[in-house]
């Protein structure tokens, strides 16, 4: 069965530091992985997708398959990033998405 | 455009009661799924409708069930309500059918139901 694991439910950082949310999948065939954001008291918006390889408000996401890892990066964090960020597996369109139980990120000046 | 509407956004119910919760996709999309997302487990799938015929389910009890209209608008039905049902109920929209590009789901902004 498909499943996503994010192991840090809080991770918190300081304005202009590097960010490194984890993410990995189990899934024998070839998924496509997403990242969702929900900022405070506002729905959950997809952030990338790891099929179009775009950078969003500075993110970015690769799939390495070999780790079966999609982790999301930011060199640079801002307090605005703060938010819960998700990962996602879908095995393809039309199908469920798989979360993960997402992350915390706290980001203080 | 408008994005995907959920109605009502608030609810509150008897244990023993029924609910049904309303969703209106982005205009286009004929993908439709629900999630239950909780506190405890997070966000969890419940069903995924496409041109009216239910695809995929998640592993709930079939006190969940839903429906899909022509016009694509979605509806799910709790049945016997349990104080455990309290959640948040998503649901999300997507372009393209399965096979398609993936371009990922719109969620609206969710119904919270509250059994007491």
């Known amino acids: 069965a498909q499943r996503v694991t994010q192991p840090e439910k809080l991770l918190s950082v300081f304005k202009g530091a590097p960010v490194e949310l984890k993410c990995n999948y189990s899934?024998?065939?070839?998924?496509?992985l997403f990242w969702y954001v929900q900022y405070s008291r506002q729905r959950l918006q997809l952030l990338l997708r790891h099929i179009s390889r775009e950078s969003i408000k500075g993110f970015t996401a690769d799939l390495n398959k070999g780790e079966t890892s999609f982790h999301l990066k930011k060199p640079f964090a801002q307090e605005e990033d703060s938010a819960m960020y998700y990962c996602?597996?879908?095995?393809?369109?039309?199908?469920?998405?798989?979360f993960g139980k997402g992350t915390t990120l706290s980001v203080s000046s | 455009k408008a994005g995907v509407t959920q109605t009502p956004r608030y609810l509150i119910k008897t244990r023993g009661q029924q609910v049904t919760l309303s969703c209106s996709p982005i205009?286009?999309?004929?993908?439709v799924s629900w999630y239950q997302q909780t506190p405890g487990q997070g966000l969890q799938f419940l069903f995924e409708y496409f041109s009216e015929t239910q695809r995929n389910k998640g592993n709930f009890p079939g006190r969940f069930s839903g429906r899909q209209f022509s016009n694509s608008r979605s509806e799910m039905n709790v049945s016997t309500l349990e104080l455990g049902d309290s959640a948040l109920y998503l649901c999300?929209?997507?372009?393209?059918?399965?096979?398609?590009?993936?371009?990922?789901?719109?969620f609206g902004s969710g119904t919270r139901l509250t059994v007491v």
């Open positions: 999300a929209s997507q372009l393209a059918g399965q096979g398609g590009a993936n371009y990922g789901y719109t």
């Open positions: 205009s286009g999309h004929r993908s």
């Open positions: 996602a597996l879908s095995v393809q369109a039309g199908t469920a998405l798989i």
């Open positions: 899934y024998s065939g070839s998924p496509e």
